[in-house]
């Protein structure tokens, strides 16, 4: 048992007793957790707003042996996720990310970059930036620093250079080969779409950009492409139907 800090976001919120919560939290510096959070069900909570869904708040928690809930013992608002008084599509953009971090993140394991991403993304969020482009990009870069990256350049079977030209028919990707095939190994690959060059562009620019600016717009006539391979993407790696992606269709246009 140990007291720490950190700040973190609110993945996930559960009643737990009559005056208690489970809360899922991603936090900088331990990765994912789930504490019990005495009280937070009370009408003057301790905790107050900072366990509301996607908020950032400074926490200390009791960390417990593995198959023990921690216990939160303070949480301080930092950031509430404002977006749902703007519009629904930001909103559901924002349950996306915690879908995402619920599905492909490990418990206690550090990931202190893509929390980086992932405050980030909230934040651009909640500046009404472009949300295809603001999902796109927390997509690939999530993607990366967990180590799934779809392979671009090379074949994600055999490891043969592949070329894919601009005017040419688009390129072979291999969802569960995890990236672009080779014309010899399509045959024996599974879930194998075929894309349009600027699609395979986009994924490509959003991985390793590290928009500092405004982000690469994505053409209107590519956004359905993109939502179609990334869709497919992450729900092979997540072993399941991610619910908030049929609440994204407007991303697509
Ligand atoms: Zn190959």
């Not at 394991?109 to 482009?133: F, I, N």
């Amino acid at each position: 048992m140990s007291l720490e800090k950190s700040e973190a976001i609110v993945l996930r919120v559960v009643p737990w007793s009559e005056t208690s919560m489970v809360v899922t939290l991603f936090t900088r510096d331990f990765g994912k957790i789930s504490a019990i959070a005495k009280g937070a069900r009370r009408l003057r909570s301790p905790f107050e707003s900072s366990l509301d869904l996607l908020a950032k708040s400074q926490i200390v928690f009791i960390q417990k042996c593995s198959d023990v809930l921690d216990l939160l013992t303070e949480s301080k608002l930092i950031r509430r996720f404002r977006s749902g008084q703007v519009a629904l599509l930001p909103l559901y953009c924002g349950y996306y990310v915690a879908e995402l971090l619920l599905g492909l993140t490990e418990d206690n394991q550090k990931a202190s970059e893509l929390y980086d991403v992932s405050d980030r993304t909230l934040t651009d969020l909640d500046r009404g930036l472009s949300a295809p482009e603001v999902i796109l990009r927390f997509e690939m870069q999530a993607l990366k620093l967990l180590g799934h990256l779809p392979t671009f350049h090379l074949c994600a079977s055999c490891g043969n250079p592949v070329q894919s030209e601009r005017n040419g028919p688009g390129a072979l990707l291999g969802i569960a080969a995890g990236g672009i095939l080779c014309g010899d190994c399509v045959p024996s690959q599974q879930l194998v779409i075929r894309i349009r060059y600027p699609t395979l562009e986009y994924m490509i620019a959003y991985s390793s950009e590290e928009w500092s600016g405004n982000p690469l717009p994505i053409l209107a006539e590519y956004r359905g492409e993109v939502r179609f391979v990334m869709e497919r993407f992450v729900s092979n790696l997540a072993d399941r139907h991610l619910r908030l992606t049929d609440f994204l269709e407007e991303l697509k246009r």
